[in-house]
């Protein structure tokens, strides 16, 4: 069975566990093949090259970005990207092959970089395609190194590994990355060996221009497209849970067997991943199944997320929600009868390419919910130039998410729930569909509103 399988930051840096768990449990000889393997860059390295994707802090293109000294930060990065190196020694890599192999491909990146730098100092040409090729190049490096020392570790192990870097360093043929997909597989017989892919993938359109952060997932959902595997396969360093097990605890969650692309999707839009929407459109439409796996419980099926599965019993699959959302609320009496002034807000929403994901209206005002990462002060000031109003509270979102839940009285039961435990619901919703129902909350009352919305569904 061809399968195309990914492996996320925090998982990699786990390497012994992740040969033991992944590659080799309940597997030999043949048996090992057949799969490739789209891999992330050890934990912490991405942070290290572009920015910190908790904190913000800068990393090597910020000092690019800011004409500032970033060939410092790059001697850094080679000096941690060695100590990483050094620490697989005990499960088989050539640590000196490894280290010539990372201060080349480094001292290349660098020379382009130094060669962008040039072009922006002279000031004739447009900086966001400079500097996204420059994002693009350092954001390859991480990838690059984990692939690589994978590979080798595998190779020295006895075990037919094939390194498939989409990073195109030595390559200056234009491809699009679907292109390039196609040109590094196609002479590649999965059956006798195991590859291991970048999650980086370059390509004319720039894959970072539209998913920035999430591209591994897009070049890990573009191979599985390309080869039609009977499964795609994520792994991640937990299971997808009917709760947060560390908030409610693990005797109190269990993980979801099975669900649909839907539910993932609602997931995804409060922050819960199981895969980027924008990833998982491409597996949904061609017909592939996706299962999320713990690396950590090979022997666990984990979840099944399938274009048509609809849970047979009417009830809450997950619970969970973000504290990170900023309501904004704005009022005007001249809303009421007025067409068009919903419009004229998403219309400012556009022109800051800020996304929303929670609207509920009055007659004289509209409550939108957005990532708090997205807030902007333009965006208000403008919002205050056009209406009477505008009010902005920094919230928590909780919502109930499932396949089948259409039930009387689950949203009393879960307004009751709140109630009793002393929250006060800010507002909620839900769509005609029901797979969702959001509810607003002040940010303290987060950690008790999913501890007593549990509690109540189970």
């Known amino acids: 069975m061809l399968t195309v399988e990914k492996i996320g930051g925090t998982s990699m840096t786990a390497l012994q566990d992740v040969i ?25 390295v991405t942070n290290l090259l572009l920015e910190d994707k908790k904190t913000g802090k800068p990393g090597v293109y910020h000092k690019l970005a800011n004409f500032q000294n970033y060939h410092q930060p ?14 697989y020694a005990g499960i088989g890599l050539n640590v000196a092959v490894a280290d010539q192999y990372i201060e080349q491909h480094i001292k290349k990146a660098e020379g382009y970089l130094d060669n962008l730098s040039n072009i922006l100092a002279s000031g004739y ?11 693009e190049i350092l954001a390859s490096i991480g990838e690059s190194h984990s692939a ?40 590649i017989d999965f059956s006798k060996t195991i590859c ?27 191979i599985a497209v390309a080869v039609k595997p009977q499964e795609a396969i994520i792994h991640k360093e937990y299971h997808l849970c009917t709760a947060d097990p560390v908030l ?3 005797d109190n969650c269990q993980p979801i067997g099975f669900t649909n692309y839907d539910v993932a999707d609602q997931l995804a839009d409060v922050g819960m991943e199981a895969i980027h929407p924008k990833a998982s459109k491409p597996l949904e439409i061609n017909g592939i199944n996706l299962r999320i796996k713990n690396t950590f419980e090979p022997e666990h099926p984990g979840t099944l997320i399938t274009q048509d599965y609809i849970c047979p019993h009417k009830r809450v699959e997950v619970i969970t929600g973000t504290k990170k959302v900023t309501m904004i609320d704005i009022y005007d009496p001249l809303m009421v009868g007025n067409v068009g002034s919903d419009l004229q807000i998403m219309q400012l929403f556009y022109k800051h390419s800020v996304s929303y994901s929670f609207k509920a209206t009055s007659a004289n005002s509209i409550s939108i919910v957005i990532w708090e990462k997205d807030f902007s002060k333009k965006l208000i000031q403008e919002l205050e130039d056009e209406f009477e109003k505008v009010t902005v ?10 396949s089948n839940m259409d039930q009387p009285g689950l949203l009393a039961k879960a307004a009751a729930a709140l109630a009793d435990a002393g929250i006060n ?14 509810f607003l909350v002040a940010r303290e009352d987060f950690d008790k509103s999913i501890l007593a919305l549990n509690s109540a569904m189970a």
């Open 125 to 135: 040409v447009n900086k966001e395609g400079i500097l996204l090729a420059a994002r």
């Open 425 to 438: 619901i800010k507002s909620c919703g839900f769509a005609l569909r029901k797979v969702n129902i959001q």
């Open 20 to 44: 033991e768990n992944l590659i080799l449990f309940n597997r030999k000889d043949e048996q090992l093949y057949n799969r490739i393997f789209v891999v992330s860059a050890f934990s912490g």
């Open 148 to 187: 690589y020392n994978f590979t080798n570790i595998l190779q020295n192990k006895g075990i037919n590994a094939t390194l498939v870097d989409l990073s195109g360093f030595d390559d200056h043929r234009s491809y699009t990355i679907d292109q390039r997909i196609r040109k590094e597989l196609k002479d």
């Open 74 to 87: 790059l001697k850094t990065l080679v000096t941690r990207l060695k100590e990483i190196n050094k620490s």
């Open 196 to 222: 291991i892919v970048t999650g980086y993938a370059k390509g004319t359109e720039g894959i970072m221009r539209e998913f920035d952060r999430g591209y591994s997932e897009v070049t890990f959902s573009k």
């Open 393 to 402: 509270e920094h919230q928590a979102m909780v919502c109930l998410i499932g």
């Open 248 to 250: 409610v605890g693990v």
